[in-house]
């Protein structure tokens, strides 16, 4: 019997919508479509589209990722003068009917088949639930049919105060904002809870013509909307006459669009986005309201992006002053200097109005500011009409000690790991995101140069080489091969090398003969294997010059590669998701590790650690780090024509790489290297955060540990420093 009236009802509703098409075959089609119809149960518990937030280590907010702009609110918290507003809109008996407002159908049928005057809606709340979560929208009589029967059955299996809820916090209502309480901050920038009836009618009004509506764009449509649900609530007792008019009287006021704002620490969160993506699907991320844990640490980051910024403006003034942004014709006014460009701030654009000694400036703000010779003492000139004109549009940093600024040039990026679990700490990607959203650090690829050497000689630890293997830092040519030709290393300083020294030594001061020697002794398919266990993306055939730096990669590829070393000996890939969970419930538990295999044995990767320490003590790092305290190791590496600088390093508990260079690969300020450009980045950050380092050596297996011997020379620098490996449970001849 239950089944015939859904029948019946939807013939009745097929054949008001078809006008000329009879009842009979109406009713026919209602009856074939029963068993294909959606089962409306499925909206018990059904979730909208909801934004995911990720989340820092300490539990702050970074970020939300949204398909939608929608904040899901319980029916029970909606106010009932918004659910009334809507109501007198959009469906007047939806308390009363049971799915489907027959009077409604035939009302708008006989407008349309009369062929004048305004087109009025017959659809319900619940038709309009059912169309856009289980139909569809196709135009059709079928359709028609479908979602009559459909919105019947909802009623009865899920109740009117559900469909209402998913409707109020589906409905799209203009400026990218789904469901009332999205649209209440999009317009008013209030809560819910806060809005008037005014405002109440106003967002009851958008739902038929979200755009013609729009307030910003249309107000008096808007308007004319609000008032007629003003009218509207008025007759159905929502509210009286008088207050409708007198909110009526009231002009449209809604606040000024915002722009979307970046998120904290935006290059991380893309790269979040990103993992998260990768592994559940771009849409469980934008719609599945997913509260994400990230690997991030605040502090590191910030310390990361201070130092980055501050470090990239000192460098590109080795370049010197490039000129003015452009120049003004006068009158010279605060309204004519041109907006700042992109990652810009916190510096202010302004305008040359006097030049002598000091400089006077206007800024766009209207302040006027005077910049003395030690506010611009960085281009070398000692006064300011040596250097400006009136009209000059400058940068200036207005502080307490006004200065003149540019924009660098000079591009750079860092990136932090944990070595002991492949956690990203901190990341950043360039100067600005602002201004570049490119991240150089996870995506931008660039040779690594001598940094990549290091590789080398843990392959040739593995093999049961040591700190005191001798190798000829001398001209070698390597055939690489048929039709790959011989390959013919040679040292930065056009010499004939240095002739027998410890492997140790070789790699302090980045001997590239010596390495080549040792890469052709090791055998390149040894190093190539040990490097793709490590995680690195690498050609192939694999040159030889690729294990001195040659091929591409990231900085936070070397990073994950020499936390293996800082570990002892585990692979790691960098992972930004710590847990993932949505409604208390976890996701895809375990499936965020960042440890891998182990590559090398403890005893090999605390050698090669010790070696590191070296190069940074006694290396081509050392002026970088004097008076750093242990534990402490790394490497620098530079590019041919000095296009990259790259500096990484090792705590036992952190990892960071460096990396400076420009975009277009073009040549870094005047002497530029991995030791004079990258690593005093490295260690003025490590400065910055030497609390979180570990005072702890490098891990070594139970019993052993490592020492330098010196044969006697008393030169730490001797080539005779070699490292040895003992078990701590024999005592030492010394």
Do not use: C
Not at 162 to 171: A, D, K, T
Not at 428 to 453: L, N, Y
Not at 573 to 593: H, K
């Amino acid at each position: 019997m239950k089944l015939l009236r859904l029948v019946v009802a939807g013939a009745l509703v097929g054949t008001v919508s078809a006008g000329a098409v009879g009842g009979g075959f109406a009713l026919a089609l209602a009856r074939r479509e029963i068993p294909t119809l959606p089962d409306p149960s499925q909206l018990r518990t059904y979730v909208p589209a909801l934004a995911s937030e990720i989340r820092a280590g300490d539990g702050s907010l970074i970020a939300r990722v949204a398909d939608e702009n929608r904040r899901f609110v319980p029916i029970a918290s909606i106010p009932p003068m918004v659910v009334s507003a809507f109501l007198s809109a959009e469906d007047r008996n939806f308390r009363r009917h049971h799915g489907i407002d027959v009077s409604a159908l035939l009302r708008a049928a006989l407008v349309k088949l009369r062929g004048g005057g305004r087109q009025i809606g017959g659809s319900t709340i619940t038709q309009q639930v059912v169309k856009n979560l289980l139909v569809g929208d196709e135009r059709t009589l079928r359709r028609k049919i479908r979602e009559a029967v459909v919105a019947l059955r909802l009623e009865s299996e899920v109740g009117k105060d559900r469909i209402l809820e998913i409707y109020l916090n589906e409905v799209y209502l203009g400026s990218g904002a789904y469901g009332v309480a999205a649209a209440a901050d999009a317009y008013f920038g209030k809560t819910l809870d806060r809005l008037d009836a005014g405002e109440a009618a106003l967002l009851a009004g958008m739902p038929k013509a979200p755009t013609a509506a729009d307030p910003r764009r249309h107000p008096e449509r808007a308007r004319e909307r609000r008032d007629y649900v003003l009218r509207r609530m008025a007759e159905d007792g929502a509210i009286d006459a008088a207050a409708a008019r007198a909110f009526a009287s009231r002009p449209v006021a809604v606040v000024r669009r915002r722009p979307a704002a970046e998120p904290r620490y935006g290059w991380f969160a893309a790269a979040t986005k990103r993992s998260l993506s990768e592994r559940l699907g771009p849409s469980v991320v934008g719609r599945g309201g997913l509260q994400v844990r990230t690997t991030l640490d605040p502090f590191l980051q910030d310390r990361a992006e201070e130092v980055l910024r501050r470090n990239l403006v000192q460098i590109d003034r080795r370049s010197g002053w490039r000129g003015p942004e452009e120049r003004l014709k006068p009158p010279f006014t605060a309204a004519a200097v041109p907006e700042e460009p992109a990652g810009a701030d916190p510096w202010r654009s302004g305008v040359v109005l006097e030049a002598g000694r000091s400089a006077r400036i206007l800024l766009r703000d209207g302040r006027y500011v005077d910049v003395a010779p030690e506010g611009f003492a960085w281009t070398g000139r000692r006064t300011a009409s040596g250097l400006l004109a009136p009209g000059d549009v400058v940068l200036v940093d207005p502080g307490p000690k006004p200065s003149l600024q540019q924009m660098p040039d000079v591009e750079g990026s860092m990136a932090v790991l944990d070595p002991r679990n492949g956690d990203v700490l901190a990341m950043v990607g360039g100067w600005s995101r602002a201004r570049s959203e490119f991240d150089r650090a996870s995506q931008a690829r660039r040779q690594p140069g001598s940094s990549f050497k290091t590789f080398v000689y843990l392959a040739a630890v593995a093999l049961g080489f040591d700190g005191s293997s001798p190798v000829l830092d001398v001209p070698i040519a390597i055939d690489q091969g048929p039709g790959r030709g011989w390959w013919r290393p040679s040292s930065e300083s056009r010499e004939g090398g240095m002739g027998l020294m410890p492997m140790r030594r070789a790699l302090e001061l980045s001997r590239n003969m010596a390495s080549a020697r040792l890469l052709n002794d090791v055998g390149m398919p040894t190093v190539e294997s040990l490097l793709r266990r490590l995680g690195f993306d690498l050609p192939y055939p694999m040159p030889m010059s690729a294990a001195l730096g040659t091929v591409e990669t990231t900085p936070l590829s070397m990073a994950a590669g020499y936390a293996a070393i800082a570990n002892g000996g585990v692979a790691v890939r960098p992972r930004f998701v710590a847990e993932v969970s949505r409604d208390s419930r976890e996701i895809d538990p375990g499936g965020w590790s960042g440890t891998g295999e182990r590559v090398v044995g403890e005893v090999d990767a605390a050698i090669v650690a010790d070696e590191l320490r070296g190069v940074v003590t006694r290396g081509t790092a050392r002026g970088a780090f004097a008076g750093f305290p242990d534990p402490l190791g790394g490497k620098t590496g530079t590019t041919n024509d000095n296009k990259d600088a790259w500096f990484v390093g090792i705590a036992p508990n952190l990892v960071v790489a460096t990396w400076i260079g420009r975009d277009d690969a073009r040549p870094l300020p005047p002497g530029a290297s991995g030791g004079h450009t990258a690593a005093p980045v490295a260690r003025e950050f490590l400065d910055a955060i030497r609390p979180k380092l570990r005072p702890e050596p490098f891990p070594l297996p139970a019993g052993a540990r490592v020492e330098l011997v010196d044969p006697g020379t008393g030169d730490p620098s001797a080539r005779g420093v070699e490292v040895v490996v003992r078990d701590a449970s024999v005592p030492s001849d010394d």
